[in-house]
């Protein structure tokens, strides 16, 4: 097999991809961070995986109205300033960057708070071993038995104005929300899915640099005017120059060859070949990730979409669902009913942002068959949709006294009496 053989480039082996994650996973974050701060489609590609996992936001749905309606309408970050919705994206942003997400909870002023710090400030350099099978791994603690029971903190950010050396803190595993995919036994840090194509986005980057320059050179006409007695052409002006529109008269027997730039027609098909690396990697289509639709038709477009939205789901429920917003919804009951603001605490479902339609009319049809086949119930459809079932409801009987009753219209060959 061509995959174990030895004629393999660069001699790319993973002995163990846990470490090799903690010991790359600094760099590539600050340099996914810097083109996503300076590259449009490293930046058009965050903004996707954080708008394909988190929509317009996942709601608190359980049987009290009043309990969900008051964590889906309350801001708990410290500030008091960002929204839930907004508190998602931040969260899923840092994994789309870091590859990992990392947050606190407090209690400010009796209520409770939810902090996303900076990945690095989870200490990096802090590695102990107990001796016992236990201890801590870049700012992990763990126990012999792979239980997390503790993280060590770093008070300030990396670039904090008012950073100093000092040593991290022990927070228990109880105060802190990290989160990443893991894919290898072992794992404790995350890595950015960008990864696997940086070296593809320096190429693009490369690739879109050379075609720059050769546009400039191109643009730049050069002419040659040969005299075959060897006179002065240009009559002794040493800046002689054609200018637009200009008309020159060559003496009998002057040669004029004109210089143009090298061409590369291929440049467009190769820069898709790159992109398309790029969107296969992030589980997105390359006509979201560039916004080229040209020669989709709508089958091939629904097909990408749908194994797109796949896998962001898949993600949704994983990272955003479990991973941050269950433990958040759960301090937060803890703490209203502690308060005596709420009088238990309820199982907390959510609603999930509705994607949007690609065919509203088909995709309508489809539903009212399933519906009428037993296959899906109103409330799956109108959840789907991301509505609640119950403010649908009251909405439907609202409307109902109000709705005009439409006139019978008789049919022409019907008398009226």
Not at 108 to 131: M, T, V, W
Not at 186 to 213: C, D, H, M, W, Y
Not at 310 to 336: D, T
Not at 347 to 360: C, S
Request: proline letters at 6%; a negative charge; charged letters at 25%.
């Amino acid at each position: 097999m061509n995959a174990a053989s030895s004629n393999w480039p660069d001699d790319a082996k993973s002995f163990a991809p846990s470490a090799d994650i903690r010991g790359a996973s600094q760099t590539v974050s600050q340099r996914v961070a810097s083109l996503y701060l300076n590259d449009p489609v490293v930046r058009s590609g965050v903004n996707l995986l954080v708008s394909n996992i988190v929509g317009s936001g996942c709601r608190l749905n359980t049987p009290d109205q009043a309990i969900d309606a008051e964590f889906n309408s309350a801001r708990i970050d410290p500030s008091r300033r960002m929204s839930s919705a907004a508190l998602q994206r931040a969260f899923i942003r840092s994994i789309a960057l870091a590859g990992e997400a990392l947050a606190l909870h407090r209690l400010i002023g009796g209520s409770y708070a939810c902090q996303i710090l900076d990945p690095e400030q989870l200490d990096r350099s802090k590695n102990e071993d107990f001796g016992d099978g236990g201890g801590i791994v870049a700012g992990v603690e763990k126990t012999f038995d792979g239980q997390i029971v503790a993280y060590w903190i770093l008070p300030q950010a990396p670039g904090d104005p008012f950073a100093r050396a000092i040593q991290s803190r022990r927070f228990p595993a109880s105060e802190v929300i990290h989160i990443f995919e893991q894919e290898f036994p072992g794992q404790v840090r995350g890595i950015s899915p960008f990864t696997p194509v940086l070296s593809v986005l320096n190429q693009a980057s490369i690739a879109i640099e050379a075609r720059l320059k050769q546009l400039q050179v191109s643009a730049m006409l050069t002419a040659i005017l040969t005299s075959p007695d060897g006179t002065d052409a240009f009559e002794g002006n040493p800046n002689a120059s054609l200018e637009p529109g200009a008309i020159i008269r060559a003496r009998p027997g002057e040669d004029v060859s004109v210089v143009n730039g090298p061409q590369s027609p291929e440049f467009n098909s190769f820069m898709k070949v790159l992109y398309r690396q790029v969107a296969a990697a992030l589980g997105l289509t390359y006509e979201d990730l560039i916004g080229d639709l040209e020669g989709v038709n709508y089958s091939s477009f629904r097909g990408g979409a749908l194994t797109a939205r796949r896998k962001a789901e898949a993600q949704r429920k994983v990272l955003l669902i479990e991973g941050f917003l269950q433990p958040v919804s759960e301090r937060w009951q803890a703490i209203e009913v502690f308060s005596g603001r709420q009088r238990q605490i309820v199982n907390a479902g959510w609603i999930e942002p509705a994607w949007p339609q690609v065919d509203p009319a088909k995709e309508a049809d489809a539903e009212i068959a399933l519906l009428d086949a037993g296959l899906k119930s109103r409330r799956e459809i109108i959840e789907a949709r991301g509505r609640e079932f119950e403010t649908v409801q009251a909405e439907i009987a609202a409307d109902e006294p109000r709705t005009p009753k439409t006139p019978a219209i008789a049919k022409p060959d019907e008398v009226v009496e």
